[in-house]
């Protein structure tokens, strides 16, 4: 089956202008998360859905970070604005939440979308 | 403050030889630990995963170990292959009751390692 897939694979825009992730996890994976990883750096938290619904949100680093999910399927991550400071590489990642008896909660992920701000 | 430490933060060795990576943690509430496999250029896949009560896990020639009194968590690769060349992430996962229940996970930066003919 497929796995997670993310689009575009690559983005580079310019400072100031809008730009959209799209993320399609797993299919029948109620989770879905988003993460960042700077050059060098380990993955942050951005945001995670439960459903269409999103209970912890904490990480988005301001309010120019803002994602939707429909249909308990597609997410899209919306960076408004963008800065400099953006350029990272954004990853997704679905799983099965809660997980199934015996079983555990792995997050698998997609390839992720470099995103480079100029 | 929730942190991941791991060591080294990049490692060469030969192909056919071993190689141990550290990881060191502050998290709580913990509820388990995993180590990641991200090739470059690629999403991380799970290698193993630890609750509290588990103190070693394998998958294949990957051996992870886990010391939850002193917070500390190995990852042993056994008989190194080209193909192992990547970097290897620890993570911590701290259940979060404000968002009923789901694990949050916490990352380390990772070991770059490479692997030489």
């Known amino acids: 089956g497929a796995g997670v897939s993310q689009s575009p694979s690559n983005k580079v825009t310019e400072k100031g202008k809008d730009v959209e992730l799209r993320c399609d996890p797993i299919s029948g994976h109620t989770a879905l998360y988003w993460y960042r990883q700077r050059l060098g750096q380990g993955l942050e938290f951005l945001i995670y859905f439960q459903g269409n619904s999103a209970p912890d949100k904490s990480g988005l680093p301001s309010d120019r970070f803002s994602a939707e999910r429909t249909g308990e399927s597609v997410s899209t991550l919306t960076i408004q604005r963008t800065q400099q400071e953006d350029s990272a590489v954004y990853l997704c990642a679905s799983s099965l939440n809660p997980p199934p008896a015996g079983g555990t909660d792995t997050q698998y992920f997609g390839p992720g979308t470099r995103l480079t701000v100029l | 403050k929730n942190q991941v430490e791991q060591s080294p933060q990049s490692l060469i060795i030969l192909e056919g030889k071993n190689c141990t990576l550290q990881c060191n943690y502050t998290v709580s509430p913990f509820s388990n630990l995993r180590w990641y496999k991200q090739d470059t250029g690629r999403g991380p896949v799970s290698l193993t995963i630890m609750t509290f009560s588990e103190n070693t896990k394998s998958n294949g020639r990957y051996t992870a170990t886990l010391d939850a009194d002193t917070k500390q968590s190995s990852l042993h690769i056994t008989a190194s292959q080209l193909s192992d060349s990547a970097s290897y992430i620890c993570?911590?996962?701290?259940?979060?009751?404000?968002?009923?229940?789901?694990?949050?996970?916490?990352f380390g930066a990772g070991t770059r390692l490479a692997v030489h003919p």
């Open positions: 993570v911590v996962s701290q259940t979060s009751v404000r968002s009923g229940g789901y694990n949050k996970l916490i």
